[in-house]
């Protein structure tokens, strides 16, 4: 093996950090996925044990015997798959736009819209719930898709790709015929998919783990979605907490699987947009 060889089998010294926060950051996963195979006493008892005395399935068994877990699994599902494919279609418009469409003011309402992220959702839920209370949308899905069918982030996202695109095919693809639409779908999108993919993956997690506003919009138990129907788990006096680890156990599956399979193109789009 040739001197270089062995110099890059060597751990450098960035490892010698990047391994501790690594555990830091596994951990806390570690000590749910054993939490939700413990029973209640042993969950109870101070200090907490950290590993479980004997596997304990009953956790796991409240959740989907006890409850409506395949109902609220779908309507999380549902949710978030019709928020994912909303904000992928509208912020590549938009995006597109804001990048290659020059009007006045454009701009001014780049700004303005990426300001509105800076406002906490908390200051306009009360109009929020009171106009889809008016228009009949509350207790309902649509309800918990509406309010995030575009994001000021996704729209910023977008408009940093396309502003790095060389604008060399746009123009042979316009020259050859085709509309500014047509420019967009056949050309450009296919291109963009790391952007994409992390505009889906951003959108997803957001989505799939929202509590504040399916707490606010929604009352009956058949359209909870996991997040909420989490919640019914922990009572006032009493909370049963194997059957609160293992629901989280589940509902964190769908997250970790979705960022493992599109981690290269989520850090792909992120360098991307820093650059642009």
Request: hydrophobic fraction near 55%.
């Amino acid at each position: 093996m040739s001197r270089r060889e062995r110099r890059l089998r060597l751990p450098s010294k960035w490892h010698l950090i990047l391994l501790p926060m690594s555990i830091v950051t596994v951990l806390p996963f570690v000590w749910l996925l054993l939490s939700s195979v413990m029973t209640q006493t042993e969950l109870n008892r101070f200090p907490p044990a950290f590993w479980p005395q004997a596997i304990d399935l009953d956790g796991y068994r409240s959740v989907v015997e006890r409850s409506d877990f395949p109902r609220w699994f779908l309507n999380s599902l549902i949710v978030s798959a019709s928020i994912v494919l909303a904000q992928v279609v509208l912020c590549s418009m938009a995006g597109y736009a804001f990048a290659r469409i020059r009007f006045i003011g454009s701009r001014v309402a780049l700004v303005l819209v990426i300001a509105t992220s800076l406002i906490p959702f908390q200051l306009t839920v009360i109009p929020t719930f009171l106009i889809f209370n008016k228009v009949g949308l509350t207790d309902t899905l649509g309800a918990l898709i509406v309010p995030q069918l575009s994001s000021a982030v996704g729209i910023y996202l977008m408009t940093s790709f396309f502003r790095s695109f060389p604008g060399e095919l746009e123009e042979a693809a316009r020259i050859d015929g085709c509309s500014r639409l047509g420019v967009l779908f056949r050309v450009v999108l296919p291109v963009a998919r790391p952007a994409l993919a992390a505009l889906a993956i951003i959108t997803f997690i957001t989505a799939w783990n929202d509590l504040f506003w399916p707490l606010v919009a929604i009352n009956s138990e058949a359209n909870y979605t996991l997040q909420v129907g989490l919640t019914t788990f922990q009572g006032l006096h009493r909370a049963n907490w194997p059957a609160v680890m293992a629901g989280a156990v589940m509902v964190t599956l769908p997250v970790l699987v979705v960022f493992l399979v599109g981690q290269r193109r989520f850090v792909q789009a992120l360098t991307g947009a820093v650059k642009g």
